[in-house]
């Protein structure tokens, strides 16, 4: 790494204590911007390093609700703005037990660089809370959703920040945020979150985008090998939003989805993932995806076990952060492994993305392939702001067209580097060139 990366490395690290996962956000893009710096030194002179890594706006605050049996439960929330020099901050609020500001603060930094590859006018911003939504009732979910809104409200705007779904926020907690919004600020700002139901100002594909978007994205790598998805037998990881729309768009391109998951273990179907059951048991009954197992003869479950223990020629992870090792990597390339396309943010180590690059697996990061969704949310905004509803069709060509556009940006700035089929050097440099002109453009702000 260049000196003048590794001294502002240095400087994040020990600025950040104990923020592990931004630590390897942070270490994973500045790898790749050592060429950029040495053809553009402005971006050294104006310190754009040092102000991209650090947020432009913080805020921590206590979510307090009662539980059904009326004890008080206190949570934490968050929200990190982190850059605003495209757009106005955009990103999703994140549910899970792990989350801490450093995983917030990995997911914003990585929004970033995402939401400039889409080539839609927003900035990145991520939140969300240490909040567990398993096992808790819909009661207590729709109450913590309008305490966490009664302090965020007062943050966001549609010109300000947009907030949308990730890990345990889905279209009924969007629901619950929105009409809290809407009844503190007595106003119908559609513009104000993403991910709503399409009856009330959501839009079409946006539920599909992002699982879509990685599929289109890994269908069009392949091409570059001359290959296709058609008979690839495909592993995913995950049964939520991502993970479900992954198989399905897998599925349409002719691709056999074997296996997918949840946190607790693991399904095969060698005849193929029926998705119907699939969605009855994770999105109907909110069940884990054991019940799948148990439905379907000739499935079996895997308890407490990774799904890269199925052979797979195409890899999805979508499911979480650091999911994918360097074990499960070695072993799934020597099975035959040909592509990964990564549907969750940062799922796949640094050392097992080092031994998908050194064994020419094709592998696409999530900053790029898993953009179709805040691209889409993107386009929820333009319908919000002119007030109209596009068909799914016209918002479906519209998202496949932008994922074809950040696969060949990615590739082409590769090519550009250097190093041609590198799509993580490629999705970095193109999409940090972009925020940093418009950080220079904008001034010492
Ligand atoms: P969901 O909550 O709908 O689903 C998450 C899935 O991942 C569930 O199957 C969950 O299992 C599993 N999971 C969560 N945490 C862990 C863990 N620690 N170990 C193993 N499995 C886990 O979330 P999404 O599908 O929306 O998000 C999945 C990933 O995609 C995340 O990384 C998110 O940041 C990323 N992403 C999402 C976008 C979106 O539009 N929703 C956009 C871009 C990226 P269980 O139910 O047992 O917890």
Redesign the pocket.
């Known amino acids: 790494m260049q000196v003048q990366l590794e001294r502002v490395l240095e400087q994040v690290l020990a600025r950040n204590p104990g923020e592990r996962e931004f630590h390897q956000a942070v270490t994973e893009v500045f790898e790749s911007l050592g060429p950029v710096l040495e053809r553009n030194p402005q971006y050294v002179d104006a310190a754009v390093l040092e102000r991209l890594c650090e947020p432009e706006r913080q805020i921590i605050f206590r979510v307090p609700w009662v539980d059904d049996a009326g004890q008080v439960r206190i949570n934490r929330g968050f929200r990190v703005e982190f850059n605003s020099a495209l757009g106005p901050f955009k990103g ?1 609020l ?1 549910f ?1 037990p ?1 989350v801490y500001l450093g995983i917030v603060k990995f ?1 914003g930094f990585e929004q970033v660089f995402k939401n400039s590859l889409t080539g839609m006018p927003i900035g990145g911003a991520k939140g969300g809370s240490d909040f567990d939504p ?1 096992g808790r009732s819909a009661g207590e979910v729709m109450r913590f959703c309008q305490s966490f809104m009664t302090e965020l409200y007062r943050h966001i705007g549609e010109y300000t920040d947009v907030p ?7 279209g009924r907690e969007i629901g619950w945020l929105f009409g809290q919004y809407k009844r503190i600020t007595n106003r119908y700002e559609s513009g104000v979150i993403t ?1 709503k139901g399409v009856t009330w100002g959501g839009s079409l594909v946006r539920t599909e ?2 699982g879509y978007g990685t599929v289109l994205f890994a269908e069009r790598m392949l091409a570059t090998r001359g290959l296709g998805l058609d008979g690839m037998r495909v592993v995913v ?7 479900i729309h992954a198989i399905e768009k897998a599925q349409a391109l002719g691709g056999h989805v074997v296996a997918c ?4 273990g693991y399904v095969v179907d060698e005849a193929g993932i029926d998705l119907e059951v699939l969605r009855q048991v ?1 999105d109907v009954e909110r069940l ?2 054991e019940q799948y197992a148990a439905r379907r003869s000739g499935a079996h479950y895997v308890p407490s076990a990774r799904v890269w223990q199925v052979d797979a020629q195409v890899a999805l992870p ?4 650091n ?1 994918l090792d360097e074990t499960d990597v070695k072993r799934l390339v020597e099975s035959g492994l040909l592509a990964v396309a990564e ?3 940062m ?1 796949t180590t640094p050392e097992a993305v080092a031994l998908l690059q050194s064994a020419g697996v094709l592998y696409a990061p ?1 900053k790029a392939a ?1 953009a179709g ?2 691209a889409t949310s993107a386009l929820e905004m333009q319908q919000n702001a002119s007030r109209d509803a596009w068909s799914f069709e016209h918002t479906e060509e519209r998202l496949a067209g932008i994922m074809a556009r950040i696969h060949d940006s990615c590739a082409e700035t590769a090519e550009e580097y250097g190093d041609p089929g590198n799509y993580v050097l490629g999705a970095n440099i193109a999409g940090f060139t972009k925020v940093a002109d418009a950080m220079l453009a904008l001034g010492v702000v």
């Open positions: 999703g994140r899970h792990s997911l398993r949308a779904g990730d890990i345990g926020v889905g991910g985008a992002t990881s995950g049964s939520g939003n991502v993970a998951s949840d946190s607790l994770r884990p995806v979508c499911a979480t952060q999911e549907g969750a943010n799922p999530g898993n969704g805040v």
